[in-house]
């Protein structure tokens, strides 16, 4: 990382969108708090976290076809304790979208039932989604929703006004920008999210941010190093030579026969995220609960 203490990234925009949220919170009946499912304590900004605490709340483990279902399954389970209504999803493959709506009318039952004794049987239900920069919000509204009402890009911070998108005749949802906190002092949760592309790049040092992820692979997951690159993992070892072995059997040679290393880089990095490395879940809820407590 550029620094060894904390990652910054807080633009301006970030401001003016934890101001919008405290807004709109008003105008909601309930929140869905979107996470990444491969690093939930990580991508669980605690601002939204503390703004939202007193509505109604639906947890999405989004990206679950991502990570270690076994986790997930754990993960869900930590939240469920919690009090808070959770919800796996795929929104690329739609795997467990249909389930959006069934579980936000669940989550607001009592009010629904005090909506129908007042005869206003169909009164429209109002959902904001929240989430850190690039966790899927748009993706997931567009697929709940059935049409594309909402931007949506492969990089952080993309949606920036207010969006409305009808579901159906009683749900509309907000989608809003992402927001992450304006500073990270646990630097493993700043390399967690900057793993996932949460953060953007130029704010990390890619050469060094896969350095951390082949040494957490090598130690975590090494048969997944020796079957997708086909490189052995000695006793003792550094990440660059890791790094070395790799570039070599994929071939990313230069002038002279060194490895282009920056090459090598940016594909452990971009195979990871798009999950060619396989799923993995890089945090475990009693992590969670120690670094909470």
Request: proline share 4%; aromatic share 6%.
């Amino acid at each position: 990382m550029k620094d060894e203490q904390t990652i910054h990234w807080y633009p301006g925009h970030m401001t003016k969108a934890r101001r919008d949220m405290e807004a709109n919170l008003k105008l909601v009946d309930a929140v869905c708090e979107l996470l990444d499912a491969r690093v939930p304590y990580a991508s669980r900004n605690p601002d939204i976290n503390a703004l939202c605490q007193n509505k109604p709340r639906l947890v999405i483990l989004n990206r679950a076809d991502l990570a270690d279902p076994v986790m997930t399954r754990k993960w869900s389970d930590y939240f469920k304790e919690q009090g808070l209504m959770t919800l796996e999803t795929d929104s690329k493959s739609r795997k467990g979208v249909n389930q959006f709506g069934p579980a936000v009318r669940q989550l607001l039952g009592d009010k629904l039932a005090r909506y129908s004794a007042k005869g206003q049987i169909g009164r429209t239900l109002r959902v904001m989604v929240v989430g850190i920069p690039n966790v899927g919000k748009s993706t997931l509204i567009n697929a709940v929703s059935g049409r594309k009402g909402a931007k949506t890009e492969n990089r952080p911070g993309v949606t920036r006004g207010k969006q409305w998108v009808t579901v159906d005749q009683g749900l509309e949802l907000l989608d809003t920008p992402g927001i992450l906190w304006p500073r990270f002092e646990d630097m493993q949760v700043g390399r967690h999210l900057a793993y996932t592309g949460a953060v953007k790049e130029t704010v990390v040092d890619q050469e060094e941010l896969a350095g951390g992820l082949m040494g957490l692979l090598a130690e975590r997951y090494p048969r997944v190093l020796q079957e997708r690159y086909r490189i052995e993992i000695p006793a003792e070892y550094t990440v660059w030579e890791l790094l070395e072995a790799a570039g070599r059997k994929r071939g990313f040679l230069i002038s002279g026969g060194e490895v282009d290393l920056e090459r090598m880089c940016r594909t452990l990095l971009e195979e990871f995220r798009n999950g060619k490395l396989g799923r993995f879940t890089l945090e475990d809820p009693a992590i969670c609960q120690t670094l909470e407590g």
